[in-house]
């Protein structure tokens, strides 16, 4: 695929370059408007407002809907009024929710100038939600039945209305706004008799979501249930919108997004790569590194503490690397199983002992198993190969031993933490690699020589 872009990137801009509009019109309406967003997005932004006006109406409006932020609001910006009012009016309210969430106060001004007085409301209800949840980012277009309403007059009124709607497959049977079920188009085409009642053929037994829930779990229900859509309902279980499953792919694209980053440790961001100016880059992550060059100051206390017993033994320096090493990796396996199940609704706070009894295991069969290895490593590469003589059976035994324990305290901090940290109503995220890194290099040190001080300094 990203071969295909280039290539048409290329194609697009040799006939841009040759003025010849029409035939490239005639390639970008073959082609999906993901498609057409991607090679956008990759080709100057001087070029981007004039191939862009070469799209017909309705491929341009779903185009714009694909595009980055900041190719959207540069053409905006170099839109008139009346291609503004054209891109808006065939936008779903979601989409023109979601760009107006994106853009800049002016910007925004503009594109509510250019919007219909009930678009204008439908964008203002949605945007009183709370960010983050059900209700920011559903959509109020969607197909309601009455319940009166027989399978003939129910296709009349999709083929009515539909064509405006998000999704038209699955519709909501509702009486004074309540929700009351839902029906599908397979449903209704299959019932053979156009007067059979909707409420005959209607699934009673609705999964639906509230407003304020998390819009995370929306999407996990949408993957659990295999829904295209999922009703949205108010605290009277009024129904005011639904979130259909492309909204929800684009809400795990964006959690996992920021779940990486803070894994990786850094800020959240929700630029592209190449769209983000190495000032970007640089307050994103200089306050994470900031912070854990700080935290290791403690490493280095550590090391002070003990640097008369290393002087007597030098040859244990060598091994504080690899035993951090492990350490940090022992626990950030753990953490990054933990936070994925947590991510996924497998585990809560209240299985911790489970989860810390099974680490405890897995702990003790990867300690036993690096000790040995570590053991055969020391004795025949460090001490027969490289002639290392300083280097004893008990110097390896020393070294082996923290390596076990220090397995084990890693994995047992790499679980707990992101689960303590989910109960007290932090991102489990913020507890991953370098944060417990920096925990488990201190410990494994403080392991190590303690260890060290008991069987060789006596």
């Known amino acids: 695929m990203a071969e295909h872009n280039v290539t ?6 040799v006939l841009l370059t040759e003025k010849k509009y029409s035939t490239l019109k005639d390639i970008l309406v073959t082609m999906n408007p993901a498609d ?51 891109v808006i009016e065939e936008l779903y309210v979601d989409d023109a929710v979601d760009l107006v969430e994106e853009m800049p106060a002016n910007v925004v001004k503009r594109i509510l100038a250019q919007a219909d007085p009930q678009m204008r409301r439908e964008i203002n209800d949605l945007l009183r939600y709370p960010e983050n949840s059900a209700g920011s980012i559903m959509t109020t277009e969607y197909v309601s039945l ?38 599908s188009v397979k449903d209704l085409l299959l019932a053979g008799d156009d007067d059979t009642p909707v409420t005959e053929i209607m699934d009673e037994h609705v999964i639906f979501v509230n407003t304020l829930d998390d819009q995370e779990k929306v999407a996990q229900m949408l993957s659990k249930y295999n829904f295209l859509a999922l009703p949205v309902v108010d605290n009277d279980r009024l129904l005011v919108g639904i979130i259909t499953f492309d909204d929800a792919m684009d809400v795990l694209e964006e959690e996992t997004t920021e779940d990486i980053e803070k894994m990786a440790g850094m800020l959240p961001s929700d630029k592209a790569y190449f769209r983000s100016s190495a000032w970007d880059l640089f307050k994103h992550r200089i306050p994470w590194l900031a912070l854990l060059m700080i935290s290791a100051t403690f490493t280095g206390m550590i090391i002070t503490g003990f640097e008369s017993a290393l002087a007597a033994q030098v040859v244990l320096t060598a091994f504080i690397p690899m035993l951090m090493d492990t350490g940090g990796n022992s626990g950030s396996q753990a953490s990054v199983s933990v936070i994925r199940s947590l991510s996924l609704g497998e585990l809560e706070f209240a299985d ?40 004893t059976v008990m110097t390896a035994f020393v070294v082996c031993f923290t390596m076990a324990m220090t397995v084990l305290v890693a994995k047992i901090i790499g679980c707990s933490l992101p689960m303590c940290a989910q109960r007290l109503g932090f991102d489990p995220a913020v507890m991953a690699s370098p944060f417990i890194t920096t925990i488990v290099d201190a410990l494994s040190l403080l392991v190590y020589f303690g260890i060290a001080s008991a069987l060789l300094f006596h």
Request: hydrophobic share 45%; net charge negative; aromatic share 6%.
């Open 36 to 86: 057409v967003a991607a090679v956008f997005d990759e080709i100057g932004d001087e070029s981007i407002p004039r191939l862009f006006r070469l799209l017909p109406k309705e491929l341009a409006a779903e185009t714009f809907v694909e595009m980055e932020p900041e190719v959207q609001e540069l053409l905006i910006r170099s839109f008139s009024d009346a291609e503004l009012h054209d």
């Open 352 to 391: 911790m002992p489970r989860v810390v009894w099974k680490e405890i295991q897995t702990a003790v069969l990867c300690g036993l198993a690096l000790s040995i290895l570590c053991f055969c490593k020391i004795m025949l590469i460090d001490r027969m190969l490289f002639g290392n003589t300083d280097i």
């Open 146 to 183: 009455r319940p009166t309403m027989t399978v003939g007059e129910a296709i009349t009124r999709i083929r009515r209305t539909g064509v405006d709607k998000e999704t038209i497959y699955t519709c909501y049977v509702t009486q004074e706004r309540r929700l009351l079920g839902t029906v």
């Open 8 to 13: 048409m990137e290329h194609t697009l801009k």
